[in-house]
């Protein structure tokens, strides 16, 4: 019922920038927080940023100052501004939104995730 679909990774040189996208699309009556998470693997998945509804932001330590959190809500979309990219930002980036979606007896929120985009920064 709902989807999110990433874009934007790719192969950059350290230094660069890349601009993630992530779209939900799917029947849904509202979208809360929107997060970016990274994995590599053999790790945990770690927050790299996060904003709510209201357009409030917070970002990791590892990524402040460097990168930006952005989402239009009429286009039910959360970017990723990412600058000065170094190596150690090489990682699988996922999308999560919380939907909230109707149901027969009320209304219910889940996490939902994304499918990944790869990105990697070369040296």
């Known amino acids: 019922q709902v989807q999110l679909v990433e874009s934007g990774g790719g192969l950059v040189q350290a230094g660069g920038s890349l601009r993630l996208s992530c779209a939900a699309s799917?029947?849904?009556?509202?979208?809360?927080?929107m997060s970016w998470y990274r994995q590599v693997p053999g790790n945990l998945r770690e927050l790299v940023a996060a904003?709510?509804?209201?357009?409030?932001?917070n970002y990791a330590d590892s990524v402040k100052g460097r990168s930006t959190i952005s989402r239009d809500n009429a286009k039910n979309t959360v970017y990723l501004q990412m600058n000065s990219l170094k190596p150690e930002d090489t990682a699988v980036y996922y999308c999560?939104?919380?939907?909230?979606?109707?149901?027969?007896?009320?209304?219910?929120?889940?996490?939902?995730w994304g499918q990944g985009t790869q990105v990697t920064v070369s040296s």
């Open positions: 999560n939104a919380r939907v909230t979606i109707a149901r027969i007896m009320g209304v219910r929120t889940s996490a939902y």
């Open positions: 799917g029947t849904f009556l509202s979208i809360d927080d």
């Open positions: 904003i709510s509804s209201g357009g409030s932001t």
